[in-house]
């Protein structure tokens, strides 16, 4: 897939009002039905390109990272979610561009990068599929290589408890309890090459141990 396979999503300053709505209204929904505990979003630096590396658990796993943020974030959402019309127009309001299931090729990476040098905040989840007990599986390098290649902090982001509240097969969440944490940025050390600094992003997410219940 190239980049002009796919529609960009709507420009910051035109989805910036639907972008506060719609937060402040799935807040809401996370914190009451779902009873959501957001931390640690301050961390996320507020001008410049910034990658979100999250581990995967449920289909609202996009949102639940990406409107805790204060700007609006790109997602790379699979192709499929966009064959309903009235989703699909929904889910660009929200900055999702749609890319091939088979996932981070060289033209995904390319519409990635893209984003980053405008300066915007991509949402990616590294492992690629979503988890089915909940434990962080591996992670593919395509992070690590758009972090070096756009010179982007990586904010490592560890969502826990949805594989209670919305698994797989599922088509829709249970009442439950989650917890989505954003760690301390990172960012490539002079001399350290992109498979040693996928292991560093990779560990910080598995750090971000979810509280004691």
């Known amino acids: ?28 929904l996370f914190r009451t039905y779902l009873r959501v505990d957001i931390s640690g979003e301050e961390s996320v630096p507020e001008a410049g390109p910034v990658i979100l590396a999250s581990n995967h658990q449920t289909l609202l796993d996009p949102p639940m990272v990406g409107l805790h943020v204060k700007r609006p974030p790109v997602y790379l959402a699979r ?8 989703f699909a127009r929904f889910i660009r309001y929200f900055g999702a561009v749609p890319i091939d299931r088979e996932g981070p090729g060289v033209g ?87 498979r040693a600094f996928l292991v560093r992003i990779r560990a910080a997410v598995v750090g971000l141990t979810p509280p004691a219940r």
């Open 1 to 28: 897939m190239d980049r002009g396979s796919s529609a960009p999503p709507v420009p910051p300053e035109r989805v910036s009002l639907r972008f506060r709505i719609g937060r402040i209204v799935l807040s809401l």
């Open 108 to 194: 995904s990476l390319r519409l990635a990068l893209h984003f980053l040098e405008e300066g915007r905040v991509v949402v990616l989840f590294p492992e690629g599929t979503r988890s089915a007990d909940g434990t962080v599986g591996a992670f593919r390098p395509g992070v690590a290589l758009l972090a070096k290649k756009a010179r982007a902090p990586v904010v490592p982001v560890r969502i826990a408890g949805g594989e209670r509240v919305f698994p797989k097969g599922k088509r829709f969440p249970r009442p439950g309890r989650m917890t989505v944490r954003f760690g301390t940025p990172l960012r490539i050390e002079p001399g350290e090459d992109a």
């Open 79 to 86: 192709r499929s979610l966009f064959r309903n019309r009235l």
